[in-house]
């Protein structure tokens, strides 16, 4: 019976997920990202280190402004197609929920932290660190959103999620097998941090291709799985409930 | 009577029947939902669902909200404070039967 109450509560919550048009639209921003990113990297004629300043800021700002518009076209869409089809539900934001929140943001933020400092441990010097930054960038990276994503997906028992999230931890180890496979740049040991070597903004120029990589797979993986949903929730539910079906 | 069976007695019947209690665990994970999602979710007809809905509402579980949206009348179900309590409760209560 518990088992019962438990599908019954994950499937409300869940229920934003249900056509697909939330990770149709995550994948678009995060091809947009890698686009932006992309285009930047090899248009800009700025050293790295102000480029990078430069294009953090200009990518927040495309981050709220193109969030926004997702908002405003989800919003219609679920108005105009899903909301007729399976019905209405507002979400609800408790304390519980909000500190929920906080609490996954704070480990969001902490992951790749302790990504870098099992890292260090591992390696033997900060240089090493930096060295191999292309490699374990996008491995903890895949790692960290795979376990978000699942975690998620077991919260709203939205089982799909556990398939995208495998996808996602595949493609951050694939992106970092690539780099391995280029060789990692050499970074001179004992070279102070403040003085960035050539090798070092190899490195983290590398570093940026793999989160450009990682953001236009994920990104497709995302729109794969929002269209495969979709197209499943349209054949389920073709035209808009009516009195007399 | 043994201790798990006194619970079982002392279950709330409002809650316990089964479709009653898919409708309460449904809207306890949102803020509110409408006719037809409690319809589609519960898979009950709509004279049952109706009937199961009117029920919760004369015990006080759930309250019923007429809006617009547009220029269409909207019906939203939400959970009251004392059907949230009265969930959490039926939960416990049900999970000390079964953990005894």
Known sequence: MNLQIDNAMKRARGYWFVDGFIEIAMGILFIILAGFLLVSMNTSQMPLLPWFLSVTGEVVILKVASFLVVILILWWLKDNFTYPRTGFVRGKITLSQVFVIFKNLILFLLLPILGLLIASLLVTSTDSVLS???????????????????????WMGVHRFRLVGSAILLAGIG????????????????????????STLESISRTLTSLDFILLICGVILIASGLVTFIRYRKENPTPYTEEA | ??????????????????????LVALLSSVASADFLFLLKESG??????SVHLSRLEEAGYIKTEKTFRGKIPHTEYRLTPKGKSAFDQYRKSLGSIFNK
């Open chain 1, 132 to 154: 191999s930054m292309p490699v374990w960038f996008p491995v903890g990276l895949g790692l960290t959103w795979a376990i978000l994503i699942v975690l998620a997906g077991e």
């Open chain 1, 175 to 198: 992106v970092g097998v690539w780099q391995l496979s280029m060789g990692l740049p050499n970074v001179p040991t004992n070279t102070p941090l403040t003085v960035l070597q050539s």
């Open chain 2, 1 to 22: 009577m043994s201790g798990s069976l006194q619970n079982l007695s002392g279950l709330d019947r409002v809650i316990h029947e089964p479709a009653r209690l898919t």
């Open chain 2, 44 to 49: 009950l007809t709509k004279g049952n669902l």
